[in-house]
């Protein structure tokens, strides 16, 4: 198999719209379209022009695509209409798509039932639509929708459709596994049956795998161990109910695992982690941490004995390396750490430690004690790097809150609008001083930041370049209901774009807050080499 060529058609923007909570603007396409392009994904569906006016606009603008071949979508022609005049049809052909693929019917369960026409003219259906999109795009493709499903129950009359679009000239015949539940061993068989015994070649055959069994991506390895050349998915799996093989796991396995040239170039691979978070973010949606190859765990050691391993050497417990994928390894300091866990993290903050030095175990131990208490250093770096600090006296002391105070008030004002609105009194000494500030904010904890602001600022003018840019909130214990332990995550951003993020552990959400509030100004005091006011 080294070597050999993989196509990869991407439709997120086909597929992946039909996902729920999923709702691309014209800006969005555009964008991911080009991402896609950048990659050097071979085909990027767009949609399906004549559906709605979003991909309508879309196929009329056309991204410029430098590498991707542009693609549209549609279906066969209507029972009842020629080729010629489906309008749905001829919105494909006008696009400026410059290739197109439709979907038809192979389940003669589906031609009897959905199309309720017969089964013989749903191959008059395929054939006349693949041979009229041929002559006017020059490249046509045909998704056999439920093939799997089809074959399984009436094999000749499955293998007929495909044969039908192949002899009128598509491309490029996508076997799909709409429902989803065909199981990797299923997939293999049948497109091993579809090659030797129905006589079309691997180089002319796609795959287009839905998730329902958890298995769109172990079905498209299959079906390629079987001779596909072609594979369709989406960026992060999206899709129709529970999604399509995703491309971000594929591509990876596809080349660095089994050998084969894609049309992504091998110096490119490492876009992949941005382009999978930076589709995330467009979501709007928090990327998944645990996702293989790009997640922001997917190369994080946290148990002792894997660290240790991997501080003599990383394949001891990576499949690949993190860089050849865009990603990086990360060491994570938990109630599950040795001490070379903790050696790591101290390096990573630039702490250089003898592994012998008789600090380090006091350190584990109270990195432990505070994880049982719900301190996830995990995800808080700053917080963690403070701690240590602190404990080896590192820190000077910037400042002390003595004291706060949080009001809320509900009420209706004069024109009977609802009103809800926080107010903070913080008593701080700074110094010598102290300061003695009140401010109101939309939330306690708005009004607590610009109220320590205002009794920090004056001293530490380099903290107005900083602002909370993610705030989230975690009850640890569910059980306790309102009484529950909560741990708060604050993440803080400089002008420059620079972030850290810092935590608070209490039953009382406001002091949680202030806790990484003020772990938060701490780290950017001390990160700029500030000087303590005496
Ligand atoms: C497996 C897949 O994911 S395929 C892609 C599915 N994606 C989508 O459906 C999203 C975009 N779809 C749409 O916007 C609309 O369904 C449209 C514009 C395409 C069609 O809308 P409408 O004309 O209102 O039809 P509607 O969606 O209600 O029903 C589909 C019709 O197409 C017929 N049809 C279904 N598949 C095919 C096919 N491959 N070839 C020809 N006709 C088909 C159905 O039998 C049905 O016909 P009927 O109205 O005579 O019963
Ligand atoms: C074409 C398609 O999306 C499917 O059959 O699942």
Known sequence: MMGERIYLYDTTLRDGAQTQDVDFSVADKIAIAQDLDRLGIDYVEGGWPGANPTDDAFFAEAPDLTRATFTAFGMTRRPGRSAANDPQLSALIQSRARSVCIVGKTWDFHVDVALNIPRDENLDLIRDSIAALRVAKGEALFDAEHFFDGYKRNPAYAASCIRAAFEAGARWVVLCDTNGGTLPHEIEAIVRTVIEEHGIPGDRLGIHCHNDTENAV?????????????????INGLG?????????????????????????????????????????ERLNRAPNRHAPYVGSSAFAHKGGLHVSAVEKDPSSYEHVEPDAVGNH??????????RSNLIVRLREIGMEVDPKDERLPRLLDLVKQRDSEGYAYDTAEASFEMLVRRELGEVPKYFELLRFHVTDERRYNALGKLVVESEAVVRVRVGGEIRLEVAEGNGPVHALDLAMRKALEPCYPL????RLSDYRVRILAAKAGTAA????????????????????VSTNIIEASVEALVDSFTCKLFKTGAEPRR
Do not use: H
Not at 329 to 338: F, W
Not at 463 to 466: A, E, F, N, R, T
Not at 487 to 501: H, M, P, Q, Y
């Open 218 to 234: 172990a079905n498209s390895i299959a079906a390629v161990r079987a001779g596909v050349r072609m594979v369709q998915g989406t």
């Open 485 to 504: 332990m909560t741990r708060v995550l604050i993440r803080s951003a400089n002008g420059d774009g620079t972030e850290w993020s810092t935590l608070g």
């Open 329 to 338: 390894r990360q060491i994570v300091v938990s109630d599950q750490a040795g």
């Open 240 to 280: 129709e109910r529970c999604g399509n093989a995703n491309l971000v796991s594929l591509i990876p396995t596809l080349m660095l695992k089994m050998g084969y040239e894609t049309g992504i170039r091998r110096a490119d691979l490492p876009l992949l982690t941005q382009v999978s978070r930076a589709f995330d």
């Open 463 to 466: 903290l107005g370049d900083m």
